[in-house]
């Protein structure tokens, strides 16, 4: 019994009709079926050939590989070293931020407080020679 498809072509409103034997659908399922089996052995082939040239690599390398493997600790030990380091580094800038700000907050206080007293003392000076100068004239005469 042949496959039979129904298609509609949308221009002229007419519809096509066509038949394909199910010889003709097995051969073409089963090409492809080759087709992808070939492929699969082709890509397990490349697999293979790449993971000698890899087993290859580290037996060249396998002395480097086992002398940085020996420092890896030291390594490793040298970064939390250097991170202990910075993160005190921080720490202590931190510190000297607080008092450097601190510092700074009670020098101002400090003049502020001092040009208040400047002011207040001017403005002292400055009613005593009104007085001074309201007892004892200049320039005036009576």
């Not at 396998?62 to 970064?79: A, C, H």
Request: proline share 2%.
């Amino acid at each position: 019994m042949p496959l039979s498809f129904l298609t509609e072509i949308n221009k002229g409103g007419s519809k096509m009709q066509f038949t394909v034997s199910y010889e003709l659908a097995n051969f073409i399922l089963y090409t492809l079926g080759a087709a992808l089996i070939v492929v699969v052995i082709i890509t397990v082939i490349n697999i293979n050939r790449f993971i000698k040239r890899l087993d290859k690599l580290v037996e060249k390398n396998e002395e480097n590989i086992n002398r940085t493997m020996g420092t890896v600790p030291e390594i490793v030990k040298n970064v939390n070293d250097v991170t202990n380091g910075v993160k005190q580094g921080v720490d202590r800038i931190g510190d000297t931020v607080d008092a450097v700000e601190s510092s700074i907050c009670d020098t101002i206080l400090t003049v502020t407080e001092g040009a208040e007293g400047l002011l207040d003392f001017v403005g002292i000076v400055g009613e005593i020679l009104k007085v001074i100068l309201k007892i004892f004239p200049i320039g005036k005469k009576k």
